[in-house]
């Protein structure tokens, strides 16, 4: 049914949560909430920066968003801090079904993400995975976020497919929704059985993890 499925990488096969351990360690009581306000404003920034034409890296928002959390909490940091909790990114653990699944899909399969090249290239090489996809995709090359169309965009270009033989695949609902009403066929991984977006689009799929996901594929 689909040529090729573009994943989401935050989040949908890379587990964000996981900084909270390296945040606990160094604010014993904070990990978890940190983590949380963190990943919050991150995406915030990323939707407000290109609505007032401010765009930067997602390497400045990423550490821009932890700032926030530490400022929010109350806690103390400097600059070195800030670089190192956000470099965890760097080597976020997959989540645990993701490389079998990706073992028995056929497709094409490549990376569509905020991140910037250097940050997937390297979190997807320290994960083992750099074989498996046939390109890993950035915002940073439009210089926009998801749900720009412009981001969506570089799939159909890298592929040259329609958009209706594209799967996108995302565990976060508002990209499942800036996906779909782009005009591709989504998957969404519902890991935290949320309720969808109330933006007048759906998911096609909705599965709890990819081994769900391959389910759907080979039914």
Request: glycine share 4%; charged share 20%; proline share 5%.
């Amino acid at each position: 049914m689909y040529q090729a499925i573009v994943f989401d990488a935050y989040g949908t096969l890379f587990d964000v949560q996981a900084v909270a351990a390296a945040i606990e360690k160094e604010y014993p009581g904070n990990g978890a909430i940190v983590s949380r306000i963190w990943r919050q404003k991150q995406l915030e920034y990323t939707w407000l920066r290109p609505l007032m034409n401010r765009y930067v890296s997602f390497e400045k928002v990423n550490q821009d968003g932890l700032r926030y959390a530490f400022k929010r909490i109350g806690l103390q940091f400097d600059d070195e801090t800030v670089t190192r909790l956000a470099n965890t990114y760097l080597t976020l653990p997959l989540h645990p079904e993701v490389p079998q699944a990706l073992a028995q899909l056929q497709q094409r399969c490549l990376i569509l993400s905020n991140g910037t090249p250097k940050m997937l290239t390297t979190v997807v090489e320290n994960a083992s995975l750099a074989s498996r996809f046939e390109g890993i995709l950035s915002a940073d090359a439009v210089k926009t976020y998801k749900p720009d169309t412009a981001v969506y965009t570089l799939a159909l270009s890298h592929t040259h497919l329609e958009k209706a033989q594209i799967l996108f695949v995302s565990s976060n609902a508002w990209d499942v929704a800036g996906a779909k009403s782009f005009g591709f066929p989504v998957a969404w991984i519902n890991r935290q059985q949320s309720v969808p977006e109330q933006l007048d689009v759906l998911p096609d799929h909705e599965v709890s993890d990819m081994t769900g996901l391959v389910r759907v594929l080979n039914a």
